[in-house]
């Protein structure tokens, strides 16, 4: 039976539309820019991401779909003050139900069909957190493409050590990895899935290509380290960036520092992730 719910994912880099026929749609706002420094979300970002939060309650309503909002990382972590005047303009449009970092870890295990596999680990890094999930522990680190950005501009060097450098030294004290050593790792969100379409030269973004394929450490760096030599302006022209220019290096070393952090060998990226959990779990109720 068609799906009579459309998912709406208020992330830290962009907000994401699920619709009929499981078709995604994604507008980028950056609701997570300048948190790090700021602790707040900014007037701008917010405006941004109330108009995509009006546009995709219209989309739904074209395709007769009642829609389910959440908001991760961003609002989660955000000042009173902020969160509160941000939820108050996004649920004159939906209600909007805040996930706490171990409910957005489970979501996406469910989403990309591993929550009853015990022996598989699963990577969702998105703008604003990371979360290490399996069926047998939980855990979310504040750090993500966005907030990672925000640190490496802090730093204000041209050298990718020195951003490698600031971002893992961050990312320490945040993560807590579980002593547990699994072969077997699933990692989603924009960044990873970006990676591995790079990986395989894909000009055009391919599902099915990035589902079979597979990220290692050696490869990450390698990457990384080609975009990084070619400069910004030159990763802004090529159409996989065009909205990821900024954040793809930055996301690139937060994924490092937790494939190390968990012995991680190799990543099998997936394109569902807790949009689909979240669907999973909402119609369990309709």
């Not at 925000?150 to 002593?179: H, M, T, W, Y």
């Amino acid at each position: 039976m068609p799906s009579k719910a459309a998912v709406i994912d208020i992330g830290s880099n962009s907000i994401r539309y699920l619709g009929r026929g499981g078709e995604k749609r994604l507008i980028t706002t950056r609701l997570a820019e300048s948190i790090v420094e700021t602790g707040r979300l900014s007037d701008a970002a917010i405006a941004r991401s109330i108009d995509a939060l009006s546009f995709f309650a219209s989309l739904a309503a074209e395709e007769g779909l009642k829609p389910y909002a959440y908001a991760t990382s961003a609002v989660r972590d955000a000042d009173d003050e902020s969160r509160s005047r941000f939820l108050t303009l996004a649920g004159a449009i939906m209600p909007v139900r805040v996930l706490s970092g171990d409910e957005e870890a489970r979501l996406a295990l469910i989403g990309a069909g591993i929550a009853d596999k015990e022996d598989w680990g699963l990577i969702d890094l998105g703008g604003g957190s990371c979360q290490l999930v399996s069926a047998s522990f939980a855990t979310s680190a504040p750090m993500g493409c966005v907030r990672a950005k925000d640190i490496c501009s802090a730093c204000g060097s041209n050298e990718l050590s020195s951003l490698k450098q600031a971002v893992f030294s961050s990312c320490e004290g945040l993560f807590v990895f579980p002593r547990i050593r699994m072969e077997d790792w699933i990692g989603v969100g924009g960044t990873i899935t970006t990676l591995a379409a790079l990986s395989l030269g894909l000009e055009t973004y391919d599902a099915h290509a990035v589902e079979n394929s597979a990220l290692t450490i050696e490869s990450i760096e390698r990457l990384m380290r080609s975009l990084f030599d070619i400069g910004d302006e030159k990763r802004r022209q090529i159409p996989l960036l065009a909205k990821r220019h900024d954040v793809i290096i930055p996301g690139a070393l937060v994924l490092l520092y937790a494939m190390r952090g968990m012995g991680i060998r190799t990543l099998h990226p997936s394109n569902a992730d807790g949009m689909e959990g979240y669907r999973k779990y909402i119609e369990a109720d309709i």
